[in-house]
């Protein structure tokens, strides 16, 4: 598998605290990605990173943003968390955008479940 | 926006029998991707498909790419207990907002009877 490094692995918080998730690579990568994953929904992106610094927003980008100081974090930050961010969270990573051939490798997951 | 819709949502099959999983985009597709997710796992990359009417093979999964690029399947002949767990389909629109962005099907979740 690659080498991502999602924690923590599971945390369970109170609405309205903010709560930061990791992910690391040592693969180099240069794309990294956030998706939340819901029963009934499949995989929904929330922001992914092209780059240090380099950010954009993906489908359910309301409610969480996302920092990139180094090549291999990549940080998904809720400000203030609500129930409806109840799910569980991948992070993933891949070589290039283009169509060549570049898939996404996942991290294992972030179980969240706010109350 | 770009829709990815997958059918069947699940899928019971006796071991042994086939299985097909069909993936269907609202728009054209530069490519599709299929990942397979086991119960407790993570999504897992198994093919992609680039070029119109593309056919690849792994064993017993053929995965095809419609004439139009905007449809996919997955086959599995004679299923096994190991080919438990949910295959997604994601497809990567052509171009315009969003051409970075890989959108996923909701999965089709498969059983296997021993």
């Known amino acids: 598998d690659a080498g991502i490094t999602q924690s923590p692995r599971h945390k369970v918080t109170e609405t309205g605290t903010p709560v930061t998730l990791r992910c690391h690579q040592t693969e180099n990568h240069r794309y990294m990605y956030w998706y939340r994953q819901d029963p009934g929904h499949g995989l929904r992106l929330i922001h992914y990173?092209?780059?240090?610094?380099?950010?954009d927003k993906g489908e359910v980008s309301d409610g969480y943003s996302v920092s990139r100081s180094k090549t291999e974090d990549f940080l998904l930050t809720l400000e203030s968390a609500t129930s409806s961010q109840t799910s569980v969270y991948f992070c993933?990573?891949?070589?290039?955008?283009?169509?060549?051939?570049?898939?996404?490798?996942f991290g294992d997951g972030t179980r969240l479940s706010i109350l | 926006g770009q829709q990815v819709m997958q059918i069947p949502q699940y899928q019971h099959v006796q071991e042994g029998e086939d299985f097909t999983t069909y993936c269907n985009s609202s728009t054209t597709l530069s490519n599709i991707q299929w990942y397979k997710q086991r119960p407790g796992g993570h999504p897992v990359f198994l093919i992609q498909l680039v070029k119109s009417g593309e056919v690849k093979k792994q064993k017993r999964l053929t995965f095809q790419f419609g004439e139009a690029k905007k449809n996919s399947s997955l086959h599995i002949t004679a299923t096994q207990t190991t080919d438990v767990g949910t295959y997604f389909c994601?497809?990567?629109?052509?171009?315009?907002?969003?051409?970075?962005?890989?959108?996923f099907g909701k999965g089709t979740k498969l059983s296997v009877i021993p």
């Open positions: 990173s092209y780059g240090v610094k380099d950010t």
């Open positions: 994601a497809g990567l629109p052509y171009s315009g907002a969003g051409s970075y962005q890989l959108t």
């Open positions: 993933a990573i891949s070589l290039d955008r283009s169509f060549s051939n570049q898939p996404q490798h």
